[in-house]
């Protein structure tokens, strides 16, 4: 059974600071690994997908890696701003599943940018 | 337009009533989600629709029916419901694709705060 986690599961840092946020994962073989963003009592918003045959995947700000031997991702957030506080949840979807995708969640990681 | 709509945004209901969360969108997607969030905890897969039949339950309680009418949208059912089933329901939708899982993005809706008395 895949198993996802994050580390830390909260982080406090101040405006303008590159930060990095991990991911782990115990079955390797996955289709994709994803990163959300959440922000409190609202839906997830899709950042980044890698698929599994990538290593990295860059969007503005936000650069993250997937290394899938060793069931790793890590999300690089470059000057931070406050805005980026939210709490954000990095996803699996894994192969030989029935039907179509299905997303094993981390419990996320819960980040305060201070201003 | 890359957007998921849910209705109601805030529901209170007793034990005893009937009610039903809806779900639209309009970006031809064929696979269809619900997922079940409580606080502070990551979102719970409990349906998939597939080209609108059910391919996935993740042995959902009864009191939880899901219907998918067409492909652009999704209800969910409730009957029955106990306090614990108080929780911030989300429906996602993605292209899904059997060819192309490895880019399948999951679109997720605003949610349903649901609150059972």
């Known amino acids: 059974k895949q198993e996802v986690t994050q580390i830390p599961a909260a982080l406090s840092v101040p405006e303008g600071e590159n930060l990095v946020l991990n991911c782990s994962f115990t079955?390797?073989?996955?289709?994709?690994l994803q990163w959300f963003r959440q922000d409190p009592g609202k839906g997830l918003t899709s950042l980044l997908l890698i698929q599994s045959s990538q290593r990295e995947q860059t969007s503005g700000r936000l650069n993250a890696s997937l290394d899938k031997s060793s069931g790793r991702s890590t999300l690089y957030i470059a000057a931070s701003q406050p805005g980026d506080s939210a709490t954000y949840l990095c996803?699996?979807?894994?192969?030989?599943?029935?039907?179509?995708?299905?997303?094993?969640f981390g419990q996320g990681t819960r980040l305060t940018i201070n201003p | 337009d890359t957007e998921v709509t849910q209705t109601p945004k805030h529901l209170v209901m007793g034990m005893t009533n009937k009610k039903s969360l809806k779900c639209e969108q309009h970006m031809g997607h064929r696979a269809m989600y619900w997922y079940k969030q409580k606080a502070k905890k990551p979102p719970e897969l409990m349906f998939v629709?597939?080209?609108?039949?059910?391919?996935i339950n993740e042995s959902v309680p009864s009191r939880f029916s899901p219907e998918c009418p067409n492909s652009s949208l999704l209800n969910l059912h409730l009957h029955a419901l106990q306090p614990e089933d108080s929780a911030l329901y989300l429906c996602?939708?993605?292209?899904?694709?059997?060819?192309?899982?490895?880019?399948?993005?999951?679109?997720f809706g605003p949610g349903t705060r649901l609150t059972v008395l």
């Open positions: 079955d390797s073989a996955i289709y994709n």
């Open positions: 996602a939708s993605s292209q899904g694709l059997a060819g192309a899982l490895r880019t399948d993005t999951q679109y």
């Open positions: 996803a699996v979807q894994g192969r030989g599943m029935k039907g179509a995708q299905k997303l094993v």
């Open positions: 629709y597939s080209y609108e039949k059910l391919s």
